[in-house]
């Protein structure tokens, strides 16, 4: 049997080869382990059970956070959009045109020496504030001032002629009236006077010009105003022929303001004047944003420039504040007509799409409804318009969440309204008419428009 069947042998035991010697048989190979292959399999179910369960609460996370996401909306929906409001007023509202303006001294003194001479002393600070009559330089005097005694030396020696010709003339006189001398020798001692006097009168235009020029060696203020930068130090040399001033002066109060509008607005501007009603002229500064001073209209020019089609106007200013300075450049609003009980509203609440300018009404149930208006004369944060009704309330924020018929929830700040104060106030608001002139700066008459919101 167990050679027959060799495998079935037990271990370790030994055989008889054909040489009688023992061997010793190797162990049977071991069979193929099973259980391992299933336990293998077993990881990967393991694993693909959590991937399912990860996708499962994956899943679960999502639809929760859909959920809440729903509620919140739903909830945001039924506060409304936070929006703050404004109320529309009946008031009175301004027309005005706008034009740039520049800044132009009522008087500008530019002062020269009428004698020659050295500059003994320069009696001002730069940019000084002076009078009239103040002493602004002074030319070394002394050679004028030896003319004038000179001329004045030779005055009264002819004058002492004079009264010794007439006192010969009077004897002349009386010896003539008793025969006693030739009319000829009474004619001329006559004609000898006049002589006399003439030399006299002479000598009289010598002093005052002699004296004139003393004077021409005191510089004095001509006007009241404003000093520039210093021209010339003591001690330079000017002379009579020379065009290079000494000293500027401009006056700065008052001042006045040139600007120019098209000649559309003529009729409007001189039936105003005819009436004698005093135009009032806001100066603003280059944004339009600040007022530099209040002024009047002056008057306009006599003719009109056919290269532009605009008319010169001039407004006077008192610029007690020297707001106004020479040669600046100003935004000029000239108002030319009132126009009374408008609609007013807040410019920031009108929007505008494609079609038309609208604003978002507030009803009653405080849901929105887009009401179409239209924009007239505007100015800063005023417009008028019509479309709506004085007491009407329109909102003006939140433009990114409005829409036709959405829920609100009004939330006013301070500033609410803040826009109609001036005419609630029963001030007339200012407006701005388009002033189609070169150079010139003006509101568009439509009113600001918002940005954002929902087209109708």
């Keep these: 049997m167990a050679e027959n069947f060799p495998n079935l042998a037990k271990p370790d035991s030994a055989t008889t080869t054909t040489t009688g010697a023992p061997t010793r048989v190797p162990p049977p190979p071991k069979p193929p382990a099973a259980p391992q292959k299933r336990r293998s399999f077993a990881w990967l179910w ?72 050295q500059i003994n002393s320069v009696n001002y600070r730069e940019g000084q504030m002076v009078h009239k009559g103040d002493v602004l330089l002074q030319i070394d005097p002394r050679p004028y001032q030896a003319a004038l005694t000179q001329g004045e030396g030779t005055l009264a020696h002819d004058q002492a002629l004079l009264a010794e010709a007439r006192i010969d003339f009077n004897r002349y006189q009386e010896a003539f009236n008793r025969n006693a001398i030739a009319k000829q020798q009474l004619d001329d001692q006559e004609q000898t006077v006049k002589q006399f006097e003439g030399s006299v009168k002479n000598d009289q235009g010598t002093v005052a010009a002699a004296t004139t020029n003393v004077d021409y060696t005191t510089i004095r203020a001509p006007i009241d105003g404003r000093v520039g930068l210093r021209l010339v130090d003591p001690g330079n040399i000017v002379t ?72 010169k106007l001039k407004a006077i200013f008192q610029n007690g504040d020297l ?48 009401q179409p208006v239209t924009v007239g004369t505007t100015d800063g944060n005023v417009s008028a318009v019509t479309g709506i009704n004085p007491g009407d309330v329109v909102a003006l924020t939140g433009f990114d969440k409005l829409q036709d018929g ?51």
């Design 46 to 117: 393991i694993i693909l059970i959590l991937l399912i369960g990860l996708v499962g609460f994956r899943y679960y996370q999502n639809k929760e956070a859909a959920k809440q996401a729903a509620k919140q909306k739903a909830a945001a929906a039924q506060r409304g959009v936070p929006i703050s409001t404004t109320t529309a007023t009946k008031g009175s509202i301004g027309v005005y045109i706008n034009a740039l303006g520049t800044v132009t001294p009522v008087y500008t003194a530019t002062i020269t020496t009428r004698v020659d001479g």
């Design 240 to 311: 009579a022929g020379s065009t290079t001033p000494l000293v500027v002066i401009a006056q700065l109060q008052p001042i006045t303001v040139i600007f120019s509008v098209a000649e559309d607005y003529l009729p409007q501007i001189q039936k105003q004047m005819r009436t004698g009603n005093k135009m009032a002229v806001d100066a603003l500064d280059r944004d339009q944003l600040t007022k530099l001073a209040s002024g009047s209209l002056l008057t306009l020019d006599n003719q009109i420039d056919t290269s532009t089609g605009t008319v």
């Design 323 to 370: 707001a106004l300075f020479p040669n600046q450049f100003v935004n000029a609003r000239l108002l030319v007509d009132t126009q009374q009980d408008a609609t007013l509203v807040n410019a920031a609440a009108i929007q505008r799409n494609a079609q038309s300018a609208f604003v978002y009404l507030i009803k009653p149930d405080q849901t929105t409804a887009v």
């Design 406 to 456: 959405a829920k609100v929830t009004v939330r006013n700040d301070t500033h609410s309204g803040s826009g109609t104060k001036s005419a609630q106030q029963g001030q007339p608001s200012g407006s701005t008419a388009n002033a189609p002139v070169s150079g010139s700066s003006s509101n568009s008459s439509s009113g600001a428009s918002g940005t954002g919101g929902s087209r109708p």
